[in-house]
Structures are given as structure tokens and as C-alpha cells.
T-cell receptor
């Protein structure tokens, strides 16, 4: 099992450019999540998905879009990059259970917008 | 929103027990208490979770107060590899959504 994988590891964007952060998991998890982490802070939820074809907004969705066409993949799209989107982005996945979900995190993508 | 309060930082000596406290006075009856840790330049890693009873696993123990307004993560023998930021989080379930709300965590330093 590779777990949760993210690409790229690092990226520098110019203001106004677009890009897609890739996330894949091979654990057959239903739930997938995108978080961002600003320096010295905890993680904030951007979007999440409870299964293929179903997505919903988290705490900080503005400036981002997601899609979930398969169980395995959950890409995050930045349409018009802004300096405020400079952050580390983490993708995570989990089973859907009633007892509380253990989330598995990827290694992160460090994005700088200049 | 149910939130948690943790000390910004703690220190421990290697091979001694560590007790990391967390207050969550606004917890509701169905909120699970989760602990994650984050080593430098890595994604968060699950440590343990519980609802009402104390819990043990290979990594740690979780002691939950009877009124559930506070909890303590216990590392029985700290090692240098346990130096990380530890997050106490409430898992809030609303319909099909299960959201972890991260605070700023406790930076644990382990001294050799």
C-alpha cells in the first residue's frame, strides 16, 4: 500500500496562474479531504468528499475547486493563484464509520505564489 | 463550534512519561476526541481517539475526564522521535460529514 500520495511536492506559481494539486489513495477509503496549513498554524479544511461524485465545502473553500470522479483520486484546483494561497496543502482519506474516523495524510505539497 | 485548548509548548526528558492536557469544555455528547501529531515537514499522523472511556494503544493512552470536558494524552516513555506538535481535536459529525477542526497544538520537546 502506498497510502495517500500527493504531487507535486513543491511548486512556485505566479499570481493569476492556475494549477491542479493531485491526490490519490489506494486504501479504498470513501472519505477524502483537502487541508491547508499556514506557517505556525493548525490545518484548515478546504473541501471534502464522502464518495465518488459527492463533494462539499469545508472551512476555507474560496479560490479552490475539487472533483471526485473515482474513489481513488481527489484533485484540488486553484484557478487564479493569489499570494494568500501560499501554504502547505495536505490531502487525507478515511473510512466512513460511526465510531470516528482515523484520517491518513499525504506528505503535503508546498505551494508558493509570488 | 466545539473547540479545544492546549498549552503552546511542553518539555519532557527522554524515557520519562509525558502528560499532554487538552480542554474541550463545549464538547457535545457525540463528539469524539482525537489526537494527531505532526513531525517536522510531514503530514499529521493519527495517535489515538476516544469517546467516553480511557483508551490504550501501542503509541499512547488517552484519559478522558468523567464530564468529558478535558482529556490527557499520555506517552508512557518519551523518545526523541516523539518530538512533534500534538493536536487535540474534536471529531464533529453532522449528517454524512465528519470534520476534524485543528487548533494550533502543543509543541513537545524531548530532551536527551
Amino acid at each position: 500500500n502506498a497510502g495517500v500520495t500527493q504531487t507535486p511536492k513543491f511548486r512556485i506559481l505566479k499570481i493569476g496562474q492556475s494549477m491542479t494539486l493531485q491526490c490519490a489513495q489506494d486504501m479504498n477509503h470513501n472519505y477524502m479531504y483537502w487541508y491547508r496549513q499556514d506557517p505556525g498554524m493548525g490545518l484548515k479544511l478546504i473541501y471534502y468528499s464522502v464518495g465518488a461524485g459527492i463533494t462539499d465545502k469545508g472551512e476555507v473553500p474560496n479560490g479552490y475547486n475539487v472533483s471526485r470522479s473515482t474513489t481513488e483520486d481527489f484533485p484540488l484546483r486553484l484557478e487564479l493563484a493569489a499570494p494568500s494561497q501560499t501554504s502547505v496543502y495536505f490531502c487525507a482519506s478515511s473510512y466512513s464509520t460511526r465510531r470516528g474516523d482515523e484520517q491518513y495524510f499525504g506528505p503535503g505539497t508546498r505551494l508558493t505564489v509570488t | 463550534d466545539a473547540k479545544t485548548t492546549q498549552p503552546n509548548s511542553m518539555e519532557s526528558n527522554e524515557e520519562e512519561p509525558v502528560h499532554l492536557p487538552c480542554n474541550h469544555s463545549t464538547i457535545s455528547g457525540t463528539d469524539y476526541i482525537h489526537w494527531y501529531r505532526q513531525l517536522p515537514s510531514q503530514g499529521p499522523e493519527y495517535v489515538i481517539h476516544g469517546l467516553t472511556s480511557n483508551v490504550n494503544n501501542r503509541m499512547a493512552s488517552l484519559a478522558i475526564a468523567e464530564d468529558r470536558k478535558s482529556s490527557t494524552l499520555i506517552l508512557h516513555r518519551a523518545t526523541l522521535r516523539d518530538a512533534a506538535v500534538y493536536y487535540c481535536i474534536l471529531l464533529i459529525s453532522s449528517g454524512s460529514a465528519r470534520q476534524l477542526t485543528f487548533g494550533s497544538g502543543t509543541q513537545l520537546t524531548v530532551l536527551p
